[in-house]
């Protein structure tokens, strides 16, 4: 089995950065896909980015291109979230996820516990 942990997670002014971080053991994930949610309270899951194992595909959600970038490290089997300009409505608990499907991200496969964002403005 593998399990997921996030971290980095914390409260910030709009307009500032932080950095979550995906540690995954128990199983290598080089040949994972991987991704980020996040859920506000009341609100459903949203998607927020994903990648190949590879990285040759990348995809973002509408609502944080070109603030947001993901990223991993195969080789600590980590995965990474970096946030910037970040805004109020970022505020929400945010997961990572993996799964050997990109088509399984949000569906099934491997969740962390999540870690809370909290965005002032």
């Known amino acids: 089995q593998v399990q997921l942990v996030e971290s980095g997670g914390g409260l910030v002014q709009a307009g500032g950065s932080l950095r979550l971080s995906c540690a995954a053991s128990?199983?290598?994930?080089?040949?994972?896909?991987m991704g980020w949610f996040r859920q506000a309270p009341g609100k459903e899951r949203e998607f927020v980015a994903a990648?190949?194992?590879?990285?040759?595909?990348?995809v973002y959600a509408d609502s944080v291109k070109g603030r947001f970038t993901i990223s991993r490290d195969n080789a600590k089997n980590t995965g990474y979230l970096q946030m910037n300009s970040l805004k109020p409505e970022d505020t929400a608990v945010y997961y990572c996820?993996?799964?050997?499907?990109?088509?399984?991200?949000?569906?099934?496969?491997?969740w962390g516990q999540g870690t809370q964002v909290t965005v002032s403005s």
């Open positions: 996820a993996a799964d050997e499907e990109v088509g399984g991200l949000g569906r099934r496969g491997y």
């Open positions: 990648m190949t194992w590879s990285g040759s595909k990348i």
């Open positions: 128990g199983r290598s994930l080089s040949s994972y896909a």
